[in-house]
């Protein structure tokens, strides 16, 4: 099935560094969701997005819904320990009952 | 409130077993998922339900029988797995299926001998 370009599929960064991802697709979706998975757990949302253009944050994260529709970006700054884990993009159509992900970016933190 | 539940957190079979994995979320919601998640992959979709009915098999194999008694519990049924039935499975849910956020669940860790 379909599935989102998400880039970089690895990150190895400091402490204290600035993270930046990003998916891209094709084709437009109407809703574009960032989740957070650590090891043996579920996915946690992050952020949602429903609109182009949009921006928001939540605490030092920051996503935005890409104004083509198409792609998306998360931004983390000055990371710490806890944010290692595998990131996830996701979007989806409208109409569309199903959600699309990325493959995927998998942060490590040197401290 | 944003939680979902599932039991058990780890399950081990073998492959004569019958078994069920419980998904349970009180947000009202009226929409769950089943996934499968294998290692360092996104998850996939197996099952949507919408309202109470089956609304999307992604062609899961039988052995896997979903069921969903109210509109707020989903059970996923298992029999006669395979070894590489192995793998994280998470459930989810929304509001509604069309163009809406998913909560996932922690997930059971399954493994079939």
């Known amino acids: 099935g379909q599935q989102l370009n998400q880039s970089p599929q690895s990150m190895f960064i400091q402490e204290g560094e600035d993270v930046s991802m990003n998916c891209t697709s094709s084709?437009?979706?109407?809703?574009w969701l960032w989740y957070k998975q650590d090891p043996g757990e579920g996915p946690v949302l992050l952020i949602a997005l429903y609109k182009a253009g949009e921006l928001t944050s939540n605490g030092r994260l920051t996503a935005q819904f890409g104004i083509t529709r198409k792609d998306s970006f998360l931004n983390i700054s000055a990371s710490i320990p806890s944010d290692v884990g595998i990131y996830f993009c996701?979007?989806?159509?409208?109409?569309?009952?199903?959600?699309?992900f990325g493959q995927g970016t998998r942060l490590t933190i040197n401290p | 409130d944003t939680e979902v539940t599932q039991t058990p957190k780890h399950l081990v079979m073998g492959m004569t077993n019958k078994k069920s994995l419980k998904c349970e979320q009180h947000?009202?919601?009226?929409?769950m998922y089943w996934y499968k998640q294998k290692a360092k992959k996104p998850p996939e979709l197996m099952f949507v339900?919408?309202?109470?009915?089956?609304?999307i098999n992604e062609s899961v194999p039988s052995r896997f029988s979903p069921e969903c008694p109210n509109s707020s519990l989903l059970n996923l049924h298992l029999h006669a797995l395979q070894p590489e039935d192995s793998a994280l499975y998470l459930c989810?849910?929304?509001?509604?299926?069309?163009?809406?956020?998913?909560?996932f669940g922690p997930g059971t860790r399954l493994t079939v001998l």
């Open positions: 339900y919408s309202y109470e009915k089956l609304s």
């Open positions: 996701a979007g989806q159509r409208q109409g569309a009952q199903k959600l699309v």
């Open positions: 947000m009202g919601h009226r929409a």
């Open positions: 989810a849910s929304s509001q509604v299926v069309y163009t809406d956020t998913q909560y």
């Open positions: 084709s437009i979706f109407n809703t």
